[in-house]
């Protein structure tokens, strides 16, 4: 059961959060922003936005093998260079530690992505890791039918 419905309770916090989705489903490759929101939101153990994206994909044509492979996608053999330098910032960013993002780590995405294509890549695994913790925190569930 849901704890509170943040976009009536704050609705000009929740538009803003919007206006970073609006931002990044404009300026960053579909595919890879399905991905991202998938393994970010795997790693924070939000019910509601795997469901979500996974549906997302499916519907945009995404194959539920490369899907499921997002749970190892170190392991799977599925994902290019690109998508994989996006699921480990994914990674490094989402479980930010003490010394933030390993250089290795930037260095092989900035190796495959422009600086403009890391920022947006940046602003978006930040805004799905924001919006995991509006969904984990209210409770929010995923529809039992979709």
């Excluded at 936005?49 to 519907?59: E, F, I, K, Q, W």
């Excluded at 899907?67 to 989402?94: G, I, K």
Aim: aromatic share 6%; hydrophobic share 50%; proline share 3%.
């Amino acid at each position: 059961m849901s704890r509170i419905d943040m976009a009536a309770v704050a609705p000009q916090a929740y538009q803003a959060v919007l206006g970073l989705e609006r931002y990044v489903r404009a300026n960053l490759d579909h595919t890879v922003l399905e991905l991202v929101k998938l393994r970010a939101s795997m790693l924070n153990g939000c019910a509601f936005c795997v469901d979500m994206h996974s549906r997302d994909a499916l519907t945009a044509g995404e194959s539920s093998r490369r899907l499921f492979a997002v749970a190892a996608w170190r392991e799977a053999p599925f994902f290019d260079e690109r998508e994989r330098a996006a699921l480990a910032l994914t990674d490094a960013v989402t479980r930010l530690g003490e010394h933030g993002v390993p250089d290795e780590v930037w260095d092989a995405a900035a190796k495959v992505w422009s600086e403009k294509e890391l920022a947006d890549l940046v602003v978006a695994i930040a805004t799905i890791n924001v919006w995991n913790r509006i969904a984990i925190t209210s409770r929010t569930e995923p529809p039992t039918e979709a």
